[in-house]
């Protein structure tokens, strides 16, 4: 079912509850706030590296990298001011590393005191079309358990050339929800997940309490988009199927109505890139979500550049067109 989704749209549209964090979910909301304003993005919080994780160890406060990059993408503001929050200084005693975005989401923390209100400032400054939530408010940290035993803390430690991650976990593990995010769930029209790394941006939301039985209560469409790629040390020779086992796990409840899959693989060049760095195409077994109760919907949704990662119109087409067949 194909529908032009630009003639039809009306100023709220309809209600999307996004779930995720990295690139794979900001691609998703730029191209959901073309055709609906009633967005809401909810953002995993338990990033350790980079900037992000610089400014949690040393203020305390909750990693703004995939909050900053959610609230780029549902602007509506020049494009300079876009330039301006994902710039990276390249050097400078202490700054170099550091992106504005973060160091604004920082500052803005500082001065009303709150993080959820320093993103809903921010929000305004960038006007961003729906709101974006952290999943939760706890400074959180991902624990991987591997399958030969082992243990790993922190999300940039976990990911493993060779080991098979078995079950993730947050410490502390009694991490409560943003009210509001609850909230957008119970009222939302189809609620997505993914994409995006499933065990550092999926995942972790699926662990804070309440989030998957909301999901799971919610009368809306649940979607779930799978990766273009296998990731190197995270999903290595997954499936599909194995994708979708691993959050049903994690949720502990049905949260899954459909699953959305990519069937325009990368080719020449680009494939060959990614397979030295240990990618594959992840590759789809009907058959498998015929036992799990769950609907596949196949488009072509690569984008046209040289990287193997989901176009961000083709995609919201793609989530958006499931509304219209559920009939809301």
Not at 226 to 249: C, I, K, S
Request: hydrophobic share 40%; glycine share 8%.
């Amino acid at each position: 079912m194909s529908i032009n989704y630009q003639s039809v749209r009306h100023p709220h549209g309809p209600k999307v509850v996004a779930l995720g964090g990295g690139t794979g979910l900001s691609t998703l909301l730029r191209g959901l706030k073309k055709y609906t304003d009633n967005i809401t993005a909810i953002v995993t919080v338990t990033d350790t590296g980079g900037s992000s994780g610089r400014l949690r160890l040393e203020l305390g406060m909750l990693p703004p990298g995939d909050i900053r990059n959610c609230l780029v993408a549902l602007a509506d503001t020049e494009p300079l001011m876009e330039r301006l929050f994902q710039y990276r200084f390249t050097s400078g005693n202490g700054l170099a590393g550091h992106n504005f975005g973060n160091l604004f989401l920082a500052t803005m923390c500082e001065v009303v005191g709150d993080f959820e209100q320093a993103i809903k400032e921010t929000s305004r400054v960038l006007k961003v079309r729906g709101q974006v939530l952290p999943a939760t408010l706890t400074n959180a940290t991902l624990v991987a358990q591997y399958t030969d035993g082992t243990w790993a803390r922190g999300e940039t430690n976990i990911v493993r050339p060779k080991a098979t991650i078995a079950r993730l976990s947050l410490d502390p593990p009694d991490c409560q929800p943003v009210p509001d995010a609850l909230m957008a769930i119970a009222e939302a029209d189809i609620v997505v997940l993914g994409p995006g790394s499933l065990y550092t941006s999926v995942l972790p939301n699926l662990l804070v309490q309440g989030l998957p039985a909301a999901i799971a209560a919610s009368s809306a469409v649940k979607v779930y988009v799978v990766n273009v790629m296998t990731q190197p040390g995270e999903t290595d020779a997954y499936t599909a199927a194995d994708h979708v086992r691993a959050v049903l796990e994690h949720a502990g409840q049905q949260i899954i109505d459909w699953v959305i899959v990519n069937n325009e693989y990368p080719t020449g060049n680009i494939l060959a890139r990614y397979r030295e760095e240990g990618a594959e195409p992840v590759l789809v077994e009907r058959n498998e979500f015929e036992s799990l109760g769950i609907r596949i919907k196949e488009a072509p949704l690569l984008a046209v550049n040289d990287v193997a990662r989901h176009d961000p119109d083709k995609l919201a087409q793609a989530v958006l067109e499931l509304t219209a067949e559920a009939g809301r």
